[in-house]
């Protein structure tokens, strides 16, 4: 086992590195030079030179290449072409909202799933549980920011319950923090929720006709006593990988719903940098957001290793 | 575990229950509080070294002023100046400064500031509006209230100038952290800021004047045009800064709790001809091209009709305005027979333009109206601003492009044959020399004429002028109807309980 985890955590390190390299090439090959965006319509070729040799960009590609990394490794991420601050720090209050919104569209998507998953399973023999089947597979034609513009429409346009958009952070008032951040976790989590609701059905139903559930009943318990008591714990094993890949899809799905719930995130961070041609903040942006989703992966396969007995032994 | 999450969801269904209604306290709704939602956000403080509209919009007469500034009719008037004097040979202008203003740091303001500030521009600014100040020769300290600037030659576009962010009157003891911390003598500070979101503004308290009718403001900004629409219509923000899609103007106008403010600014929307390559360096060609847009028609497609035909570069609130919409009548067969005598019957043109939604309406008109006068033109839309500023700007590879002008009095720029207009008139050049140097009578009639020589020259084909929209609550009062400065001026607001 422990050969194993040390095999994949190797191959998380060598992922990434080669990962900031293409981050990196991708970056540098954009259209557009951050000096002239940064100084605007009538820059003299002498402020040009000038800004691009502040930034740095007028030295060859690998050695801007190996002063990033020297300075990400050591935490420092550089200073943004366009706010001319620290991105590390912005990094991490941005990647705090964002991993806020991704966390409670999790949530949604769990209290959604959950409960309809298991309903559709037992009865799915009878019109509620096709109702939710059918349902859920509605819900997952629904792409995320479809879903955050009718929430929007309805819940704070309309009926003007809820804000329409916009950020206060928990310290500084935790009530209007929920407010906030009800409308975004649902639109994000009702799509994930639908997809996930079908992972828990077909979980269910493989565990419903499992011997150890017939043993349980014939020992005298309601169906559905034996199903919480017994089946439920089984089940989630296949879920929980699932919700692991899931995260990275939730993370994609955030960067949109920040712009359409105008909250300072990371996705929105990458649209206004890519469009400032702000390349060290897109480097750095990028490079957290891969490395976020290999570090799921990886905690995933170290998960299955440890849960799943049968691996054990493998290399 | 699961009790946990249970336990987690219902606290967040009482929180979103026992909310009221209707209200919204992301910005307290306490009548000595406003919030202005805006489009583009200013991704630092400081002017001096970060070009773009967004920071002078925020900044300009709210925390930084000038010795003057423009009034909603595009007229310079006092500001931290009281009164000036301009010598006989207008190269002296002696400033008598107003008493008692202090700067938000504590620091007194005086004539050393004007000195300073003036300097500076010439020596730490980096951005490329500070030519604006080459003319200046020197700054002299009468005495502490009192301030003469000399210039190298006579130039009616210093005063202007100086009611933009380049006249913004700065201390020595508050340039630290322009990016952050900006020091000014104006009625607000910066007390913080959420990137991404919000930028909150509070009177200041050593401000010589009485004290704003807001005393907190949050200036919001939303990327997404239907974001900030929604902002107002559920009571997130007070204000809607300027509307940026023309088509939602009517749901506001409808719904009671709103008036809605229509009036000009300085961006004129440009079709560009690059004057200096073939076919567009023939006059006739250039005519033909004017003559076969319906403007009008475009209008109403790309803008929802809101916008002014203005048929040149200037604006209604420019000394010089005159209406020119009229010199080319939509005429496709004029159109078609002055193609022919160029020789030029059929034509295929590159329109490159900036991926923006105004740009991308009115490309579509202007292809098709082209189109049947014999012309064929390929769109090729390009990121905005990298692609476009490299590409059209810099590089000037295009045929026709579509683009706003923002600046001010920006007419000046056909007095440049390298900008990418490629645009070289010795008579242009002249007019706008001597309209500068005369007195303000002869810059009128000098200024007048060289709109005119344009106009014939066809340089361009001013499609439309960008309305100014403002959307607010009825209780907000006194917004500036004419975007003519760079500012948003909060300082003319007051409400009405």
Known sequence: MTARILRRTAIFAVSLLAASIVVFVFTAVLPGDPAQVALGVNATPELLAQTRAEFGIDRPLVTQYLDWMGGVLTGDFGNSYVTRDAIGPELADRLGVTLWLVGAGMLVAVLIAIPFGVLAAVRHRRASGTVVSAASQLGIAVPAFLAGILLVQVFAVRLQWLPSGGWTPPVQDPGEFLRGLILPALSLGVVQGAVLTRYVRSSVLDVLGEDYLRTARSKGLMPGQALIRHGLRNAAIPVVTVLGLQLTTLLVGAVVVERVFVLPGLGSMLLDAVSARDLLTVQGIVLVLVAGALLVNFLVDVLYTVLDPKLRGAR | ?497
């Open chain 2, 1 to 497: 575990m699961k009790a946990r999450l249970l336990a987690a969801a219902l606290a967040l269904l009482l929180v979103a229950s026992g909310c009221s209604a209707g209200s919204s306290a992301f910005v307290p709704d306490d009548g000595s509080t406003l919030a202005v939602g805006f489009a583009a956000e200013p991704q630092n403080f400081d002017f001096t070294r970060t070009d773009g509209a967004a920071i002078p919009q925020a900044l300009l007469y709210n925390v930084y002023e000038g010795l003057v500034k423009l009034d909603d009719q595009g007229r310079v008037v006092p500001l931290l100046a009281d009164s000036w004097t301009v010598s006989p040979d207008r190269l002296v202008y002696d400033f008598t400064l107003k008493p008692g203003v202090l700067f938000s740091n504590g620091t007194e303001f005086t004539a050393e500031d004007v000195r300073f500030s003036i300097n500076r521009v010439k020596t730490d600014w980096t951005i490329s509006i500070k030519s604006k100040m080459d003319v200046v020769d020197r700054v002299e300290v009468l005495d502490p209230l009192h301030a003469r600037v000399v210039l190298t030659k006579p130039s009616n576009a210093w005063l202007f100038d100086m009611a933009s962010r380049v006249g913004a009157m700065f201390t020595p003891t508050g340039i630290a952290d322009l990016a952050n911390k900006p020091v000014g003598t104006g009625p607000y500070e910066v007390t913080s800021r959420r990137r991404g979101d919000s930028i909150v503004l509070q009177a200041n308290q050593r401000f010589r004047g009485p004290e704003p009718a807001y005393r907190t403001v949050y200036l919001k900004y939303y990327k997404d045009p239907t974001a900030l629409n929604n902002a107002l219509l559920s009571n997130g923000i007070d204000v809607i800064g300027t509307i940026t899609a023309p088509d939602s103007i009517p749901q506001f106008e409808a719904d009671s709790r709103f008036n809605v403010i229509q009036g000009t600014t300085n961006s004129e929307v440009v079709l560009a001809f690059n004057n200096k390559k073939e076919p567009l360096n023939d006059v006739r060609v250039r005519r033909a091209l004017t003559l076969a847009i319906d403007r009008k028609a475009l209008l109403d497609t790309a803008w929802a009709g809101r916008g002014t035909l203005i048929g040149s570069m200037v604006p209604p609130t420019d000394p010089w305005y005159e209406d020119l919409s009229a010199a080319y009548p939509h005429d496709p067969d004029q159109a078609r027979a002055l193609l022919a005598e160029a020789g030029k019957p059929q034509l295929n043109l590159r329109l490159r333009i900036p991926n923006l939604p105004y740009a991308i309406s009115s490309a579509q008109v202007v292809q098709s109206q082209l189109a049947e006068v014999g012309v064929s033109v390929t769109i090729e839309p390009l990121d905005f601003p990298a692609v476009w500023l490299k590409q059209v700007f810099t590089d000037h590879d295009y045929d026709l492009s579509i683009i706003q002008h923002v600046e001010a009095r920006d007419i000046t720029t056909f007095g440049r044959p390298s900008f990418y207009w490629g645009y070289d008139s010795k008579t242009t050049q002249d007019l706008l020399a001597q309209a500068d140097r005369g007195t303000p009578e002869e810059q009128v009639t000098a200024m007048r004429e060289v709109a005119r020589t344009l106009s014939a020259d066809a340089a361009a084909d001013w499609l439309f002028l960008f309305p100014n929209v403002v959307a607010a609550k009825k209780k907000v009062t006194g917004l500036v109807r004419n975007q003519v400065s760079e500012s948003f001026d909060l300082t003319t607001l007051g409400r009405s309980e």
